[in-house]
């Protein structure tokens, strides 16, 4: 009989031990569905102001789907770190929304107003 010389051989691989999934893996996957059905505003012809206002809801609506990643990635490193909830509400709520609101929003709109 013949036989491998143990270098040779194969190992058998344990199966890995499955963990939890990571807690922002949730946010993750819902951030992946609703930006798969997420569908933006198209304009056709001359814009108008309902026209801009969509496209800045577009934005807005955006970030609705990632600023829950975010939190979530809070919540995460406040699990683990311990940030404290004054860290949490001001670096990890609605961050994508106020950087949006107010200005790329407001320059869309502005924008279309200028052109009249």
């Given amino acids: 009989m013949i036989t491998e010389p143990a270098a040779q051989k194969s190992p058998r691989l344990a199966a890995p031990a ?11 996957h819902a ?16 814009p108008d102001r309902a026209d801009a206002q969509a496209v800045a809801d577009d934005l807005l609506a955006i970030a609705a789907i990632v600023d829950p990643v975010v939190a979530a990635i809070g919540d995460y490193a406040d699990s683990t ?20 609101e107010g200005n790329a929003t407001y320059t869309v709109v502005a924008a279309l107003d200028a052109r009249r």
């Fill in 81 to 100: 770190i311990g940030l404290g909830p004054k860290n949490l509400d001001r670096d990890f709520r609605d961050q994508l929304r106020g950087a949006l």
């Fill in 18 to 28: 499955r963990s939890a999934p990571h807690p922002v893996q949730a946010a993750i």
């Fill in 31 to 46: 951030a992946i569905a609703k930006l798969a059905a997420f569908r933006p505003t198209r304009i056709v012809g001359e």
